[in-house]
Structure formats: C-alpha cells, structure tokens
C-alpha cells in the first residue's frame, strides 16, 4: 500500500515536472524570438526596411543555421561587400559595408555613334546601381563578345573606378578598338573528301579580294565562324557522311588588317540508308494511317544519308498526324551499320509525362520583332513538349540570316508545364557590295545596298545598280518571306533596264514594277504566281532599217504569269544532286500589244564518280501576239552566250537587215560535267566540259529568212578565284550553225559582284 502511494506521488510529481519545463521552454522561446531587436550599421544607400526584410521565417538568435542563411542572403544581393554579424544581449547586430553606388558610367574609346549606341545597351551595370566586381567582370566578357562578331579582333576592354563623396563611384569602360580585320585564305585541312572550292561556296563567309571591298562577309566573326560549321556539318550529313567531324577551327592573325581560317575536317565514310522501318508504339493507328504514313518513309529507304530529307519527312507526317487529329509524338533514331549502311527507325509513340508549353520566354532580340521569331517556331504555348521541335526550330532560327546563334533553355514549373527561353544573338543584317568586270561582253561596274531585317521585321529590302556598256538594270525589292504569317513569301520590285547591244540597231528603256508571291503546296512542289506592269520605249538609232524604225514607240504592257516547278536540288550554287523540272506562263491582256508565252525548262544532276558531276539543262519558250499586232522586241525570245557557248550574246536566230531581232520560239539544251584539273587546290579551280545546243526562230510577219536549224558547239570551261578577282574562261567549237550566225569561241569574265 505504502509503494503504491509512493508510486503515484512521484508519478504526479513527474507530471508537474514535465509542465514546468514546458512553461519554461515556451517562455524562453516566445522571449528568444519576439523580443530580438536589430542594430544595423554601416548603411548608406540601402534601406533599413530592404536590410530586415530578407530575415528567413522561423527566425531565431538560437539557431546557427538561421543566421548563417540570413547572412548568405545579404551577400546574394550583391549590395555588400562585408557583412558581420553579433549577438549581444538578445540583440542581432547587423554591421556591413556597402559596395558604392555607381553615380555614372562611360564607354570610352568608340567614336562612331552607332556603335557607341549600341555597345552602352550591353552592361549589366547601370547608373546609380550597387557596384559588383563579378558584373564588371561580365561586362567585359559581354561587350568584347560583341566587337569580336562584328569582326574587331584582338579588342581591348578594361574599366577603371574613381570613387567620389557618399561611397559613390564613377565607372569607366576603356575599349582599344583595332580596325576590322578581313579574312585573306579559307583553308580547309584534314580528311575532307570535298575539294575547297565546293566548301567555300556553303560558307557565309568568303575570302577578301578588291572587287569586295564593301563587302562584310569577308570580315571574320566569332558569330559567322559557328553558322559557317553548322553549314559544313549540315552539308556532310546531307551527302552521306554520318560520321563526319569538325575537329577544329582556328583563327590564325597574319597581320594588323588580315587573317586565316582554318577548319580541320574529317569526313568519315559515305553511308546508305537501307533499312527503314516504323514502330508503332501509341497503338492508336490504324493499318491504313500507317500504310500512308509509310509512303513517306519509302522516299529515303536505298537513298545516300541526307539528314534534311529525313527531317523533311518527319515535318510531313507530322503534319499529316495533325490533320488527322493525332495527337502524337514522332522521332527517328539513325544506327551505323556494316558495309556502309544506315539503318533508320521511325518511332511513333504518345507524349512522354505530356508536359505543357507554359510559357516561351523571348530574349536578345533588341531589333527583331518577337513575332519574327516566334513565326519560325514549330510549336507554341498549349502544345506538348516535344525536343525534336524544339531543336529543328533552333536550327531554322539559325539559318534565317538574322542572328549570330540562338539557343534555347527548357525549365520545368511542376510535374505538368514547362517554360522554354529562347535567347538569340542578333548580328548586323545590313549588306553593302560593289563590283567591276570585264569580259567579252563589255565592262560591268555594279553596287548594291541591302538590308534583310528591315524594320525589325525580317523583311528584305534590296537595292541594287549595274552599269554595263550594253546593259543598264537598276533595280529596288521589298521581300517579306513570312507575309501576314502565312509562311508565304511576298515580294515586289520596281526596274529600270535600258539596253543598247551591239548587235542590235536600238535601243529599249524600260520601266516596270512586279509582285510575285511563293509557296510550296505539297512536298518538294513550289508555285509562283505574280502580276507586273512595264512602259517600254524603243527608240530606233540613226543608222537603223525602215523595219526597225516602223517599230519605235511607246508601249504600255501588264501581265499575270506564274512558274510551277518540283526542286529537289541538294544547293542552288555548284549542285551536286537533284532535279528541277517545271513550266511557267504569261497573259499579257490589257496591253497595247497583248500576248501569251509558255515555258517548259528541266535539270538534272548527279555526282557519278568522286570529282565527276554530270548535268543536262533544257529549257524551252514560245511567244504568241493575240492580235494582228508583231511581238515588240523587248519580248522577243533571244539565247545568251551563257547557254549557247561558241556563239555571241544574242547572235542567232532571225536577222533583219544585220540585226538580231529575237524570235518567237526558242530553245536550249547542254550536257556537262566537271573534271580534274591537277591545278593546286589552294587555286578553287573547276573545269567542266560540255555540249550545248540551241535555236531561236519564227517571227509574226515572216519577214526573215530564219531557219529551225539546230545550232551546237562543244568546249571547255575554266573558272577559278585569281588575285585579281574571280575569272571564267571558255573556248567552245561550233559543231552546227547557220550562215547569219556570230560565233565567239573565246570567252571571258574577271571580276563580279559578290
């Protein structure tokens, strides 16, 4: 009984132990927090209020962890160059020292207002902002980046600190601009398998030479060097080398005004896609969207590797999931296999996690309108996350000429939405050329000022003059390639052309203005259709033929006209692989002498052999007056030397009274190929041979003894970049001709417009 009473004595007494302690741990906590006071010391130009309000929640004078992230925070704020911080009886003292308030900021050492401008738009640091080394730092970084795109190597950018009253500074960046240097020699070097001077024709850049001393893609950027190896790369996976590699670049300082550059490649081997298959993995097609989704694919299937037409097919299946209602996800995985072979597999699956696009953030574009950038985007906010997108999106940024690099960055908000930040480096998008030639046509002298970002909208605005001793042309475009952000391109252009040949007894002037819009309705399939209007004046010389004379006067002309054609060329320039075939019309009604002409034209070409290209070119017109009036001469159909060699500029076909005076029907046709020159490949030499034909007859009235004779030659031609600028040189023999004809088996042109 007695231990029982004991038991539950001490059993009490326990419990009141339990709630004194209790009491006093509540007491000492409510005073440790409630009753903590703040001494700040130090500040100057930071407030009171922005000092305590970063003090972390649950705050207390006991807890280690909660000061050290208290004074982790003060220093994250960059305001402070020293931060202590005591206790003393109950009492946090807070004693830092501010880094100075920048009172002003000046950029020294750039005299040209522009850039001047342009170049204070770049610190981080700003006036009456808290000074940080670290910014400082980036500053530096961030503005000599920027002379370095614009082609001002080897820069110099310092800064210097004079501290005034009230812990206040004056900061000063100092730039040592050296004068732009221009690039001299392109060299490429390593296992490349492409001789040089196909290289250079993918580069943007170009080397320097006097007939480009307006020229800016002659000057070397960091920008342009990391564009031009997306295109070298780009170049090998479109022709087969799954393996290729850029192992280096270099910029090599000859002197104060020019460099080299060098690129290291190796290309690898040459791969073939032989296997192509698709998986199926969202189970939700049926055997019939598969089989129409497997015609794409068979496109590639036995093809040489080309990254652009598998991603082309994949932007077409894409688009057919869509249409369909298909809300899916496709990829591609491509596996190197024995003997030169690429197998390819295209997956077809549901959106992994089905994350949505929350928000894409836009940044660096001080020029370009967003909407510019965001129309060359794949997808949107609301769409699902998809990488592939993403990155072809990348690459098409990259590629519309307008930024130095863009890149982008994906965060995640929660398990369900993602944000994207697309941050893109502009460049300078004016252009300004000059050039001067001479040949067997005459001298040319030609300049041009362009502008491809105009307004901040992507819209082109080109300008341009040549002044030839036969032919006149000036000429202004406007070009907008994504119009009311239909993806379509708009264009208009307003010439005046006026000619005077020495094989001709008159002389046209003309003035006119057309509009053209193109877009590409199926796959490879692209239609231009446009309107123009043209006043033409001929004016007759003192020497010329009664006929010639009956034909001077004035001539009102408006038109509709349109070109269709299926291009599958690998490159416009120096093609390799591909084909274009198409035809075109014109209806000239409300005219003074309405008419109607036809076009059908076709080329095809193919590397048989490494250094072997073949090609056949054909092309023929016809022109019709609707009324009993004759065609005027400015719409004759005449053949130039370029595609008949061995005969003169517009020197065949009917002739009256010693003039060439067109015809109503022509044609021409060639088959060439390039060969091996043994020239040093330092040179960018290409030598083709060819056999061309051609013919141009028939006039309204008959009033010329024309023949439909097939006109032909056979020759050799030559072109290389010299120093004294760029050359072609042809001979061509004349195999076929008509007495009346003008033969010119030597022909040549130094110098041009680049």
Request: a positive charge; hydrophobic letters at 35%.
């Amino acid at each position: 009984m007695i231990f029982l009473k004991q038991f539950l004595l001490l059993k009490k007494l326990s419990k009141i132990t339990k709630l004194i302690f209790l009491v006093f741990f509540l007491l000492f906590s409510f005073n440790s927090n409630a009753q903590v006071s703040y001494v700040i010391q130090g500040n100057q130009n930071i407030d009171k209020k922005t000092i305590l309000s970063l003090i972390p929640n649950n705050f207390s004078l006991s807890s280690s962890e909660k000061i050290n992230e208290y004074q982790k925070k003060l220093y994250e704020t960059g305001f402070f160059e020293k931060i202590d911080l005591k206790i003393i009886e109950n009492q946090l003292y807070i004693k830092i020292v501010e880094n100075p308030l920048v009172n002003f900021l000046y950029i020294d050492g750039i005299i040209m207002p522009d850039l001047n401008k342009k170049i204070s738009k770049i610190p981080y640091i700003s006036e009456n902002s808290i000074l940080q080394l670290h910014l400082i730092k980036k500053d530096i970084e961030k503005i000599s980046t920027y002379l370095n795109s614009l082609g001002y190597l080897n820069n110099e950018v310092n800064y210097q600190l004079i501290k005034i009253n009230n812990n206040k500074v004056n900061l000063f960046y100092n730039i040592k601009l050296n004068k732009k240097f221009k690039i001299n020699r392109i060299f490429f070097i390593g296992n490349k398998y492409f001789k040089s001077s196909t290289l250079l024709d993918i580069l943007h850049s170009t080397e320097y030479g006097w007939w480009k001393f307006l020229s800016t893609k002659s000057i070397p950027s960091e920008g342009g060097i990391n564009y031009d190896i997306s295109k070298i790369k780009s170049f090998y996976l479109d022709n087969g080398f799954f393996d290729v590699q850029i192992n280096s670049h270099s910029i090599k300082i000859l002197n104060d005004e020019k460099v080299n550059l060098i690129y290291s490649i190796n290309s690898g081997e040459k791969y073939t896609v032989r296997e192509v298959s698709l998986i199926d993995n969202s189970k939700s097609l049926s055997q019939d969207n598969l089989k129409e989704i497997n015609e794409y694919f068979k496109r590639i299937d036995g093809q040489l590797l080309n990254l652009s037409k598998i991603k082309r097919s994949v932007t077409l299946v894409e688009k057919y999931l869509r249409k369909s209602n298909f809300d899916l996800l496709i990829s591609y995985k491509l596996t190197n296999k024995e003997k030169k072979n690429i197998e390819l597999v295209y997956n077809i699956s549901d959106y992994p996690n089905k994350k949505i696009i929350e928000k894409i953030i836009i940044s660096g574009n001080s020029i370009t309108d967003e909407r510019v950038i965001r129309n060359n985007l794949s997808f949107s906010e609301g769409d699902f996350l998809n990488n592939s997108k993403i990155i072809a999106s990348i690459d098409k940024l990259n590629g519309i000429g307008l930024f130095s690099n863009a890149n982008y960055e994906i965060s995640n908000i929660d398990d369900k939405k993602s944000e994207i930040m697309i941050t893109v480096i502009e460049k300078p998008t004016g252009e300004i050329a000059a050039g001067a030639g001479a040949g067997t046509n005459g001298a040319t002298i030609s300049g041009s000022l362009n502008e491809n970002n105009f307004l901040g909208k992507g819209i082109r605005l080109k300008s341009s003059l040549n002044l030839g001793t036969e032919k006149i042309f000036g000429n202004i475009s406007y070009s907008d390639p994504d119009y009311k952000s239909s993806g379509n391109n708009l264009s208009t252009s307003f010439f005046i052309q006026s000619t005077d040949y020495k094989n001709a007894s008159y002389t046209n002037k003309i003035i006119g203005l057309n509009a053209t819009t193109t877009y590409e309705p199926y796959d490879t399939i692209f239609l231009t259709p446009g309107i123009g209007i043209d006043y033409d004046i001929l004016t007759a010389n003192n020497d010329s033929s009664s006929t010639i004379k009956k034909r001077e006067g004035n001539f009102y002309t408006t038109k509709f006209f349109y070109n269709a054609s299926k291009n599958t060329k690998n490159r416009e320039f120096q093609t390799t692989d591909g084909y274009l075939v198409g035809l075109g019309q014109d209806f000239s009604l409300l005219s003074d002498i309405p008419y109607i002409s036809n076009s059908i034209f076709g080329s095809y070409y193919n590397e048989y052999k490494s250094g072997f290209v073949g090609s056949l070119k054909s092309k023929i017109e016809t022109i019709s007056s609707l009324t009993s009036d004759d065609v005027k001469f400015s719409d004759r159909l005449f053949v130039s030397s370029n595609n008949l060699r061995g005969f003169s500029n517009m020197g065949i076909g009917p002739k009256l009274d010693g003039d060439f005076i067109g015809g109503n029907y022509s044609y021409y046709g060639s088959i060439s190929t390039t060969i091996p020159n043994g020239l040093p490949e330092r040179w960018n030499a290409i030598t083709n041979i060819f056999l061309d034909t051609a013919n141009v007859w028939g006039v309204d009235d008959n009033s010329t003894g024309d023949t439909n004779k097939i006109r032909s030659s056979v020759g050799l031609g030559l072109s290389w970049i010299s120093p004294l600028g760029p050359i072609a040189i042809t001979y061509a023999e004349p195999i076929s001709k008509y007495k009346t004809d003008e033969e010119e088996q030597f022909n040549f042109k130094i110098g041009s417009a680049f």
